[in-house]
């Protein structure tokens, strides 16, 4: 394997997203497009000069259509539906224009909300310790009622705006809708050098200087009259989850409870290494190499998270590297010449380096609000069963259940493995990255009610609006 694309490899973060392609009447296709069209979206993916070339142009993209494929007329739209190598189900918009036939393949996303929406929505902007970030966001509550329990939603790791981008879906936007509708106060904010907030983007910044956001987040609300102020918590999926776990430690007397969702247990180090092999796996890769290319790797990630300067660190990787056995070198393609410097540059950007060093445990060992934790079975970006273990012993050995609520002694802790599930809490084949796209799932109604329930009954709280 090229040990560039492997390096390349290493740099996938929580949040990566794969774009990859997956008979009704011309009248029931036109009703089906209608109900989505509100959320659907349309996406291009070829054009054909024929329509002899239809059928092979599909077939080539390894597509089989389930309907008959006609031909739409000129400036006319035709739908119909197909299932690509991974047996998701697709649609196909197919458009005729000066004699060209445009392709396009409509992503639909039913859960995203559609106006008029039956609760109220705030654009805000609130203060963080460094006075360049200044964070924009939405905050949502209901129409009737209130002070609410409120609700802040702190993204995974990468670049997010404030609905939570991912393979088009906007993941934190359908949290947010749902938790207002079921009663909550929400706030949900582009991170740092996102959107409309200052402040350095990922990799700049460092997981410290998200949390201290997410903190700024929870005093904003509690200063809003909409919010019970002695009732906010914190929600975050992926890295969020553990930011979560951070201001529960750290700010025990501020946070009243914290969720986390596909959230680490373990080291960072541990983790990136895990989450690689896991991704490789899952792409059938040849167990050899999986192994292989995890030893080299681990190395570098013990160099990244070490002490050394950043001039010393990429000193430290060139040598590792060039001290492989040329059987190793040979197995992962390494050039004669070695790895240009540039290929190690994101192991050593801030917000990487501190990840690896991060010990979920540290946080999670002093957290005495109460505790809600889910996983997907199918996560291959945080891997469920190793990371589960590791946090079930850090909040004092809870016992990890498939939908069953557990309490521990000292404060209410509630850890729930859901098997069919991906990384994103969509229903999933595989749970591999590439399915994200294809999946018209945002999150599983599954997930949403466990969260929504546990903290309604947590917060003594009931639905405000369907």
């Known amino acids: ?143 009737q009622g209130g002070p609410f329990p409120a609700v802040v939603l702190v993204a995974g790791t990468g670049a997010h705006n404030r609905d939570g981008n991912v393979s088009l879906h906007k993941t934190l936007l359908v949290l947010a809708d749902h938790l207002t509708r079921q009663g909550f106060a929400v706030l949900r904010y582009d991170k740092r050098g996102v959107g409309l907030t200052g402040g350095a983007a990922h990799p700049a910044s460092t997981t410290e200087d998200y949390a201290a956001d997410a903190l700024a987040a929870v005093r904003f609300l509690k200063m809003q009259p909409q919010v019970n102020s002695q009732q906010v918590g914190v929600l975050g999926h992926s890295e969020g989850g553990l930011i979560a776990a951070m201001l529960a430690a750290q700010a025990p007397t501020e946070v009243s409870f914290i969720v986390m969702l596909a959230a680490p247990g373990l080291k960072g180090v541990e983790l990136k290494s895990a989450q690689d092999a896991a991704a490789r796996r899952a792409d059938a890769m040849p167990e050899h190499l999986v192994l292989a290319n995890q030893q080299q790797e681990r190395q570098l990630y013990d160099i990244a998270a070490s002490s050394l300067s950043e001039h010393q660190a990429l000193a430290a990787m060139q040598a590792a590297t060039a001290a492989l056995p040329q059987t190793t070198k040979t197995l992962l393609d390494i050039p004669p010449q070695g790895i240009p410097d540039w290929a190690y540059q994101t192991l050593l950007t801030p917000w990487f380096r501190r990840f690896l ?26 891997p469920a069963t190793a990371n589960l273990q590791r946090i079930s012993e850090a909040l004092g050995n809870v016992a990890v259940q498939n939908g069953i609520s557990v309490q521990d ?58």
Not at 364 to 379: A, E, I, M, N, S
């Open 1 to 143: 394997m090229d040990i560039r694309k492997t390096i390349m490899w290493m740099l996938l973060v929580f949040w990566t997203g794969a774009a990859m392609a997956a008979g009704a009447s011309d009248k029931s296709a036109a009703t089906v497009a209608a109900s989505h069209q509100d959320t659907a979206i349309k996406r291009y993916w070829f054009s054909v000069d024929a329509a002899s070339e239809l059928k092979s142009a599909f077939a080539k993209r390894q597509v089989q259509l389930t309907g008959a494929l006609t031909l739409p007329a000129e400036g006319k739209t035709l739908q119909i539906d197909g299932v690509g190598s991974s047996g998701i189900g697709s649609h196909f918009v197919i458009e005729q224009k000066a004699g060209q036939f445009h392709v396009y393949a409509e992503r639909r996303r039913p859960q995203h909300p559609k106006a008029p929406l039956p609760y109220i929505t705030q654009e805000v902007v609130f203060d963080t310790a460094s006075p360049e970030v200044s964070p924009v966001g939405t905050f949502s509550y209901p129409a």
């Open 409 to 466: 002694g000292s404060h209410k802790v509630k850890v729930l493995l859901l098997p069919e599930l991906n990384h994103l809490l969509q229903q999933a084949k595989t749970g591999g990255v590439h399915e994200y796209l294809l999946l018209e799932q945002t999150i599983a109604p599954l997930a949403l009610d466990h969260i929504s329930s546990w903290l309604q009954q947590l917060t003594k709280t009931s639905p405000t609006t369907n």
């Open 357 to 382: 060093q991060l010990d979920p445990a540290e946080y999670l060992t002093r957290v005495q609000c109460p505790v809600l934790v889910l996983q997907g079975g199918k996560d291959v970006q945080v």
